[in-house]
């Protein structure tokens, strides 16, 4: 006999059992794995998906690495970062920043005038380096770019904030200001 102790039924054979788990919907079966785990719920399966397989849960697509999944993870967020020289909008802070970077707004902006107005921000000394145009408040890792640092700030792999009153905070709106 092969049991399901899950739903307290008897199969006379593991073919048969293993059909029940697959067609109930008592189980939720990761295919994924080896050993094909067995969830009470469906959402402990998308937890496991997520922290074991790196699957995004909206889209399903998988990653090599949880950071590449958290990276990923902005293309479902709301659009709502506005440039302040045209009419786009974007995911995030850095993306916006980028794209003045790169003088892709209609506004004129270019990567020499986000740098002049990040550092001529009058915070602009907690998030200066010596050798880069910008450190990181928290980590003091060095970036060439504000968006560089705006990105590191967006990710995990840091502390440091975007918070009101942050020094990043300062930083993004000194870029808004002045581009």
Do not use: W
């Not at 998030?127 to 590191?152: R, V």
């Amino acid at each position: 006999m092969f049991d399901c102790r899950r739903c307290l039924r008897h199969f006379k054979s593991l073919r048969a059992q293993q059909q029940h788990v697959r067609d109930s919907p008592n189980h939720h079966v990761c295919h994924q794995c080896d050993d094909a785990q067995d969830f009470t719920t469906a959402e402990k399966l998308d937890q496991h998906a997520i922290n074991v397989h790196n699957t995004c849960s909206i889209c399903k697509r998988r990653f090599e690495t949880s950071s590449n999944l958290r990276s990923h993870s902005v293309v479902h967020l709301a659009v709502d970062v506005e440039c302040p020289g045209c009419d786009r909008t974007f995911v995030t802070e850095s993306a916006m920043v980028l794209h003045l970077e790169t003088g892709t707004c209609a506004g004129g902006a270019s990567q020499g005038s986000v740098t002049r107005a990040a550092l001529d921000a009058a915070c602009s000394a907690e998030y200066t380096g010596e050798n880069a145009n910008f450190e990181c408040p928290d980590c003091e890792k060095g970036f060439h770019l504000a968006s560089a640092l705006l990105q590191h700030a967006e990710s995990d792999s840091c502390d440091v904030s975007l918070q009101p009153f942050s020094p990043l905070s300062n930083c993004l709106s000194a870029i808004r200001v002045f581009s």
